[in-house]
């Protein structure tokens, strides 16, 4: 990206033009351990996303490439339904989201990626609906054509996504009615039941086949901790989408096994 750093002022009182080519963020220094860690796996995760950090005394806060300001850590501790209401960008990251389904019973409250933060993803993707439908493109996926985001090379993570499922179907065929009567993509909605944007707003999500994926508000016996339906859904599925930066709903408290939504900050080579 060639960023122009603007006109510096040179002793012979002409202007000199500087020009970057891939201009580093600068890293505060004195950052908590914990707080830079995240910061650079935000920097890593979203490229060119974000311009410059600003640390001071009780906060920092991040200036986004769009102009808009968000507010990377406040230092305030937080219980689950505060992170879930209003966290600052650090707090998204708060749950490691786990590689393997290795747990007994799902931990309680143990939620990666349901923590968001509205003002970044807005500042990313587009913060009103007519915003997110200029940055939306058309994915061929599987022979669905589905509106997705194409800001941060979301659109293109889906379409690799899709090239990669078209092989796991060639050898195992019985996973397709997954992959057909989808749930859908972009829709600007409201979390059910809440007044928090869904991620399908942002059109960063795919909900796959809705009969097959339950989702906890919808089950007469919620189970939240429950393993049984979480290990049934298949899980060379979710690998591939884990593969190329999208989490899975499945690996939530409150589950949603249709989900998957791109959030690359929590997934390798990028996670903290
Ligand atoms: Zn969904």
């Known amino acids: 990206m060639w960023l122009w750093l603007g006109m510096i002022r040179c002793g012979f009182c002409c202007w000199l033009f500087v020009t970057v080519l891939g201009a580093e963020v600068v890293v505060p220094s004195g950052l908590p351990t914990g707080t830079e860690k995240a910061l650079r796996c935000f920097l890593a995760a979203y490229p060119g996303c974000i311009e410059s950090v600003q640390s001071e005394e009780s906060r920092v806060t991040l200036t986004m490439a769009s102009g808009a300001v968000v ?6 501790p937080k219980k689950y339904q505060q992170r879930i209401d209003d ?28 923590y968001r933060s509205d003002a970044f993803l807005g500042a990313i993707y587009g913060s009103t609906k007519s915003e ?3 940055n939306l493109v058309t994915v061929d996926f599987l ?3 589905l509106s997705f985001n194409q ?23 019985g996973l397709k009615p ?19 944007l869904s991620a399908h707003s942002y059109g960063i999500s795919i909900d796959l086949n809705t009969d097959l994926g339950a989702y906890w508000q919808w089950e007469k016996k919620q ?18 989408f884990e593969k190329h930066g999208f989490i899975w709903g499945g690996k939530w408290y409150y589950y949603d096994l249709m989900h998957f939504e791109y959030r690359p900050e929590l997934l390798p080579p990028h996670a903290p």
């Not at 507010?71 to 305030?76: N, Q």
């Not at 707090?91 to 019973?105: G, N, R, V």
């Not at 859908?184 to 928090?196: D, E, H, I, Q």
């Open 71 to 76: 507010v990377f850590e406040d230092y305030l």
């Open 87 to 114: 966290p600052d960008l650090a707090d998204t990251l708060h749950d490691a989201y786990p590689a393997e389904m290795s747990f007994k019973t799902w931990p309680e409250g143990l939620d990666p990626g349901r």
């Open 132 to 134: 997110v439908k200029k």
């Open 143 to 145: 022979g669905h054509k």
């Open 151 to 173: 800001c941060n090379g979301a659109a293109a993570a889906l379409k690799k996504v899709a090239a990669d499922l078209a092989e796991v179907l060639k050898k195992k065929p």
């Open 178 to 196: 997954h992959l057909e009567n989808l749930g859908g993509t972009y829709n600007w909605r409201k979390v059910a039941g809440t007044s928090r």
């Open 223 to 240: 189970a939240l901790a429950e393993m049984k339906k979480r290990l049934a859904y298949p899980q060379e599925i979710v690998k591939v």
